[in-house]
């Protein structure tokens, strides 16, 4: 299993000297999430051909890999305007992935959980436009639905993947997403199967305990709009870490496990290592 590392708490390292900091962390992969000076959120790409140049540069002299690309773009927007210009942003992140010697991109479905049937009409039209760049550029895509997607439930985000009926495309298990997807960790991983190829590691908070009232909203007439979790260090939230690794186990998972904890900026460094630990004791065990 690839053990890679979210930068996203270490945005403020300039690019060039970023692969140095993650190799010091002790992760041998990264996976380059949104930053506003190569692929911001939902923009446009930033990165020219010498930016690109110097980032490569740059990890090969660390002796660091990326294991993915993620880029986040509206590409399943019930406003047409909004997926043309994400799949506009997605030809040029594809160019870049490829540039940067990368051959998995990671994203979520997108779209809006208020109007799930646009949403997804509108997703199965940016495929049929990405789906044939992504084979001829001999690069993966990985998918995982996120808190607000028009799909949220694991299980029916397998089944969509499934659909897509692509041997380049499949599964990303989102660990601090447990809770909207369902809370049934091996049920959707085992559903998965071969689909599953990549995991996002992280802790959160049951957002449905207490009866639902863990957390408030108010006005109450906004809560079933309203989507709340946390990206925490491991063995912080109530994510079930030994049914989670017991079941990789029994699935022989030999995908990428990606650190993507958000929670702790003040101490970026500790949280990263802290987390690879873990993995690494959790996968010895």
């Known amino acids: 299993m690839k053990i890679a590392l979210d930068p996203y708490m270490l945005r403020h ?21 949104p930053r506003d000076d190569f692929l911001p959120f939902y923009r446009h790409p930033r990165a020219d051909k010498a930016a690109v140049a110097a980032f490569r540069k740059a990890l090969d002299a660390a002796g660091v890999r990326l294991a993915s690309v993620l880029p986040l773009y509206e590409w ?38 208020v109007a799930p049937a646009d949403s997804e009409r509108q997703f199965w039209r940016s495929l049929e436009e990405l789906l044939p760049i992504f084979e001829r550029e001999g690069l993966e895509l990985r998918l995982e639905p996120h808190p607000y997607d028009f799909v949220e439930d694991g299980r029916a985000a397998v089944d969509l993947v499934r659909g897509i009926g692509a041997d380049f495309v499949s599964f990303v298990y989102c660990a601090p997403h447990t809770f909207h997807q369902g809370g049934d960790i091996a049920g959707i991983m085992r559903h998965a199967g071969p689909l599953l ?19 408030i909203v108010n006005p109450p007439s906004l809560a079933d709009q309203v989507r709340i979790h946390q990206h925490l260090d491991v063995g912080q939230g109530e994510v079930d870490w030994d049914v989670f690794f017991q079941t990789l186990a029994d699935l022989d998972f030999d995908g990428t496990a990606t ?13 990263a290592i802290h987390n690879r630990e873990q993995i690494q004791r959790y996968a010895a065990g």
């Open 13 to 33: 390292v300039p690019l060039p000297e970023l692969p140095g900091v993650v190799a010091d962390l002790g992760y041998e992969y990264i996976e380059l999430s």
């Open 76 to 113: 399943a927007s019930p406003v047409e305007e909004d997926r043309q210009a994400a799949v506009r942003y997605w030809k040029r992140a594809i160019e870049i992935a490829a540039d940067l010697g990368c051959t998995v991109m990671n994203s979520e479905f997108n779209g809006r959980v």
């Open 197 to 215: 190829t990549h995991l996002h590691i992280a802790d959160s908070l049951d957002h449905r305990a207490s009866s639902g009232n863990r957390y």
């Open 259 to 271: 650190v993507c904890v958000f929670a702790w900026e003040e101490r970026a460094r500790e949280s």
